[in-house]
């Protein structure tokens, strides 16, 4: 699979009062790169639930932080690999910032996402056509 790429601008609202990025909102840019790889392949998540009585959502996190992302740099989220599964989908993730020719990494995160049905939340397989749409990148 190819990474996928989306941009992000850190604001100032993003940012503690040494301008330094808050923790919590690395989760946020990484949700966001998620819902942005999805509508990639043409499933918007409002929709899934609509026809497919689906959502999907995190299960487990693992975040390695190693550098701070600063207000005003313009960092990259990556999705670098996928391993999906009948109901639930394996992401490595990281953020990066770019200088010339270099990269410099952020942070890096292991994220577990599980489908469930959009009432009960249970447990579901990912409906075959959205299953078959993931499988075909990979």
């Not at 989760?27 to 918007?44: D, H, M, N, V």
């Amino acid at each position: 699979m190819k990474s996928f790429e989306w941009p992000v601008r850190i604001y100032y609202e993003d940012t503690d009062a040494g301008g330094v990025v808050y923790y919590a909102n690395y989760l946020r840019y990484l949700e966001r790169a998620r819902t942005e790889w999805l509508r990639t392949f043409g499933f918007e998540q409002d929709q899934l639930r609509i026809e497919h009585n689906i959502v999907f959502a995190v299960r487990s996190v693992d975040i390695q932080y190693k550098k701070p992302a600063l207000f005003n740099q313009q960092i990259i989220v990556l999705i670098d690999h996928v391993d999906l599964r009948p109901a639930s989908m394996e992401m490595q993730q990281s953020i990066i910032r770019k200088s010339g020719n270099s990269s410099e990494l952020i942070v890096t995160a292991a994220v577990n996402i599980v489908c469930l049905h959009d009432q009960q939340f249970t447990p579901q397989r990912i409906p075959q056509p959205i299953f078959k749409e993931l499988t075909a990148c990979m």
